[in-house]
């Protein structure tokens, strides 16, 4: 059975910096790309980004420049440096892996960023 596990999220101050990791455990097969998304309170989920399986990334335009996906090279640690944080980027943050049958959904970390 496949789980995704997020960690590292947690309260920081702006202007700060959080490394989030998604942890893969079982067997995905055909993964076409990996990546993150948010999702604060009263809006909807929202791509931040992803990397494709040949290591396209791609960026949501609020991030680019702060935040960089990456993920191991067995493929099963997905990771997301996010500097320069501001309070606009508190949301819960989920790792997704979309494969050729499904995606696959994390139960997500919160990310906190105080004025």
């Known amino acids: 059975q496949v789980q995704l596990v997020e960690s590292g999220g947690g309260l920081v101050q702006a202007g700060g910096s959080l490394r989030l990791s998604c942890a893969a455990s079982?067997?995905?097969?055909?993964?076409?790309?990996m990546g993150w998304y948010r999702q604060a309170p009263g809006k909807q989920r929202e791509l931040v980004a992803t990397?494709?399986?040949?290591?396209?990334?791609n960026y949501a335009d609020s991030v680019k420049g702060r935040f960089t996906i990456s993920r191991d090279n067995a493929g099963n640690t997905l990771y997301l440096q996010m500097n320069s944080l501001k309070p606009e980027d508190t949301a819960a943050y989920s790792c997704?892996?979309?494969?050729?049958?499904?995606?696959?959904w994390g139960q997500g970390t919160q990310v906190s960023v105080s004025s």
């Open positions: 079982g067997t995905i097969f055909n993964i076409r790309s």
């Open positions: 990397i494709t399986i040949g290591g396209s990334t």
């Open positions: 997704n892996v979309r494969s050729m049958l499904r995606d696959y």
